[in-house]
């Protein structure tokens, strides 16, 4: 970086108009408290919002979202006044011109230096034309918006390190599209808007993309790639974001997608098999990192723009790649002990779990540990008048696990010299306020935390010990008992076969 002035983080933001997109996701959410907490000199927030889905004005969603707990902290510093200075703009990311109004779009071209891009659909699962349309489209929009902002420091463009996954081994720079797929971003773009969902999936060829969703995003990386001669461009690639480790509060999180959805399965007592690897490791980022590591990447676009360097495009892959990392397996088995811990205060059965690497093995497993059972438990169900559930809900599991295997069982290293490099330049308190590097967490601690949090407050559990001890006690004998019954009759019978096939006789 050419020599110019050292700026800490809030005097990098001082004074600045930022806009955000996504303000209202799990990533943005955690962004804008902390932006508001430690940069007391921000001008403005603009948040681009949809309206919600009961026809909630995008004003009235920001006021409402301003007043849940996640900013208590705020408030309770005497910090309240700064949650006036974040605005409302009616848009939508999957519409032509972010579905700005003509006014809006002049302001924000007049006022904004910083615009961070959150907002995707992170869907594996959606139509090529929906992803296209908004993860793809929708950074063409917010790049064009980005063009015509006069005073634009910085641009970051949140992606995936998951969108390069052809190598094992992923460097922080733009990769090329798979060769398989002809069109650039510019004609794929078109034939969205063009062709139907059937006739778009056969026409556009993915190649190695696992999906709709890393496909859309790397596509949206090229129009980046595309526009880093015109402004300054950070492409920031977050890892798995799991909840947070202490901010904005301990454990925090809007959702419960992703490994920890499969802990609380278990925990619960609904999933007893698992796809995953001992040795892969899922690389797994607490929100904090990814919001620090967000604002540390808009501040070297500052400092970079306020040098008065040439545009251009940095890539940071934030990952605990060669630091601390978790397997699927550890995270499962963190999970048991929490829940020894605290157990549930409600579960369908005592909570165990056999883990494996084979499709084919994971596929009778669940057959035995899953459907078997299910289809007793339904048919009870059905006898009782009461709507079946069970079989359904195994399937979709079992759907899901195995289309997810291409992550569960691959192992990646996104590598990250350029995130934590990040730190390189700053002040010994803003290393702190702003760490990267959580190797130092103790992950059981954790674990116990995120999921004590999400059956808090996801999962409005009931929390109360003496209930939930007496539950588990229950189960557990109950799981014991069946297992004694199920070793007996599996003995019964293979002594039965083994007479009958090797010693002719009829002594049972
Ligand atoms: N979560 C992860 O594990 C992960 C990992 C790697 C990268 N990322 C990236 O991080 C970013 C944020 O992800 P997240 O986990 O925060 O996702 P999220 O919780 O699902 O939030 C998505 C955000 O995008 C907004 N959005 C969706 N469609 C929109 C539209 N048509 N117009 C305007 N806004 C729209 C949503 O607004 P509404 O409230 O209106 O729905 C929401 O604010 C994404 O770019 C994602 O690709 C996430």
Known sequence: MAAGPILSVSQAFDGKVLLLTGGSGFVGKGLLEKLLRTCPGIR???VLLR???AGTLPEERLRAMLKEPLFDGLRAAGYGDRLERVSAVAGDCASTGLGLADEDRARLQDDVQVFIHTAASVRFDDPLKRAVLLNTRGAREAAALASGMRRLEVMVHVSTTYCN???????????PMP?????????????????????????????????TYTFSKALAEQIMKDHSDRFNIAVFRPAIVVGAIKEPMPGWTNNLNGPFALCIGITKGLVHTALADKDAVIDMVPLEMVVNGIILAAREGIVRSAAGEAPGLRVYNCSAAHRKTLSVCDSIECALKSNARAPHDRVLWHPFVVATSSVAVFTLLSFLLHFLPAVLVDAMLILASRRPWLVRTYWKIYRATVSLRYFSLTHWVFENDKFYALLGSLGAED?????????DVDEMEYVHTHLQYLRRHILKENMDPKAARRNQTAMFV???????VLLYFAVTWAYRL???LFLRSNIL
């Not at 109950?478 to 004694?484: A, E, K, Q, S, Y």
């Open 431 to 439: 290393a702190s306020t702003f760490k990267l590097d959580m190797s």
């Open 51 to 53: 309206a919600g889905k």
């Open 44 to 46: 403005k927030v603009y």
């Open 165 to 175: 996954t052809h190598a094992n081994v992923i460097e922080e720079r733009v990769y």
């Open 179 to 211: 060769a398989e797929t002809r069109e650039d971003w510019r004609e794929i773009i078109s034939l969205a808007e063009t062709l139907d969902e059937e006739a778009l999936e056969s026409r556009v060829a993915r190649g190695y993309q696992p999906n």
């Open 478 to 484: 109950l799981d014991r008992c069946t297992r004694v």
């Open 498 to 500: 083994f007479c009958a």
